[in-house]
């Protein structure tokens, strides 16, 4: 089967990436910046690279000069941002097979993926149209039996095998496996995830291998106290199957940080028993959050609706504020005259929201850009009363908004 290196410094990313590939039936291996790319390279052959242009250490025009340097001609495609695609005329020279826009359809990354292997696509892989084992496992997939997700049931990758298929073609993908004795370990955590990421709960070790035959998970969790099997013992043949998979272990609340200890024993990170809210946001956020900050079409930059609790909406800020400069970059580099961006969707935060404007406002005067805001009354009012924010034109709807730019 083809063999593909992806070279990316976000895990979201990498795992999207690593999806597809393995629907398409391919071996993949994984690299978090250009380092660790070139010393993959010097350890396997691959078939096709797909590389980020922005990571730190070694960027990907980095990455891509050395590799070429030392005479490997493997195809590479690119992945890089509308504000950053000049870059990808400067490499062309250095020979790159094609490059993606981010964000992109896995669709587009399928084709071009397909297209640079000069291979078949087999189409879409079963149970890619919707959540891995949402029908008939329980809400979500999860079910605390040992035989959990089997109600979507893959070929087993043995028989694949037996039957000369593909190992990656037989396998389906899943968001969270949860291995631990206590069946309400994984209903707990259940409860506390969205309902559209899959969980399997599990409650032995054995069982836990035989999902990862079947299925590529996002993160497995281990319980440290397993009485079938020694966790280390188990996490080391997981690792095996699943290559791409953040592995943390479970384990109880102590006076001392455990997490040094569980990575020395090979665990990327540690989740505390029992689950709190604030500990699930932020594992949330750190293996699941690949939503953009801004989302940026044509002249109109927007927001994604708030939904997270209060204590957490300074961040929600954070993420947008530092995403905005790129974005009114990027209406810039298309060449509008104005950037509207849609506030209807910020939190009734009005204060924070004109803080915020202002701040859009400064990135748009840098780079000669008007501003238009879509607003309601609320926030209107607000940015009337501010001498910084008083001038801009702001409109009731986005149609209305779109006329000022026609």
């Known amino acids: 089967m083809p063999r593909v290196l992806t070279v990316d410094d976000s895990r979201a990313i990498r ?8 629907n398409l039936g391919c071996d993949y291996d994984e690299a978090e910046d250009g380092l660790q790319g070139l010393a993959k390279l010097e350890e396997l052959v691959y078939d096709l690279i797909i590389l980020d242009v922005t ?3 070694l960027d990907g025009p980095g990455f891509l000069a050395k590799l070429r340097e030392t005479g490997n001609e493997t195809p590479v495609l690119m992945l890089t941002s509308e504000s950053k695609r000049s870059i990808v005329v400067e490499v062309m020279k250095l020979k790159i097979e094609d490059y993606i826009l981010k964000p992109f359809k896995p669709e587009e990354l399928r084709a071009k993926v397909v297209k640079a292997l000069k291979v078949a696509d087999p189409g879409p892989a079963q149970g890619a149209s919707r959540p891995v084992g949402s029908a008939g496992g329980g809400a979500g997939g999860h ?19 037996q039957e000369g298929l593909p190992l990656g073609a037989a396998r389906l993908f899943g968001d969270i496996l949860v291995v631990d004795d206590i069946e309400n370990v994984s209903k707990r955590l259940r409860s506390l995830v969205p309902t559209h990421l899959s969980l399997f709960g599990v409650t032995n070790g054995q069982a836990g291998l035989a ?38 272990a479970l384990t109880l609340r102590s006076a001392s940080d455990l997490r040094q200890e569980v990575k020395d024993d090979g665990f990327d990170d ?42 957490k909406v300074e961040r929600y800020y954070g993420r947008i504020g530092g995403a905005l400069k790129d974005a009114v970059g990027k209406v810039a580099v298309a060449c509008f005259e ?35 805001i879509v607003a309601g009354p609320g926030l209107t009012k607000t940015l009337k009363g501010f001498t910084e924010t008083a001038s801009i034109p702001m409109f009731a709807s986005l149609a209305d908004a779109r006329k000022l730019s026609e």
Do not use: W
């Not at 079910?143 to 095998?161: C, E, I, V, Y």
């Open 15 to 22: 795992a999207v990436v690593g999806r597809e590939l393995v």
């Open 211 to 248: 999902l990862c035959r079947e299925r590529a998970f996002r993160v497995v969790l281990i319980d440290r106290e397993l009485p079938d099997m020694n966790s280390v013992a188990l996490l080391r043949q997981i690792r095996v199957l699943q290559p791409s998979a953040a592995c943390l």
């Open 55 to 57: 990571m730190p250490n």
């Open 270 to 311: 540690v989740v505390y028993k029992p689950f709190t809210p604030e500990m699930m946001d932020e594992f949330l956020e750190q293996f699941f959050d690949a939503s953009e900050p801004v989302n940026v079409d044509g002249s109109l930059v927007s927001t994604p609706a708030y939904t997270g609790r209060e204590d």
């Open 338 to 372: 104005r950037v509207i961006f849609d506030a209807t969707k910020l939190p009734e935060q009005e204060t924070r929201n004109a803080q915020l404007i202002q701040a859009l406002q400064q990135h748009a005067d840098k780079v000669g850009l008007g501003v238009a």
């Open 143 to 161: 079910s605390s039996s040992d035989t959990a997700g089997r109600a979507a049931p893959a070929p087993a990758p043995m028989a694949a095998l």
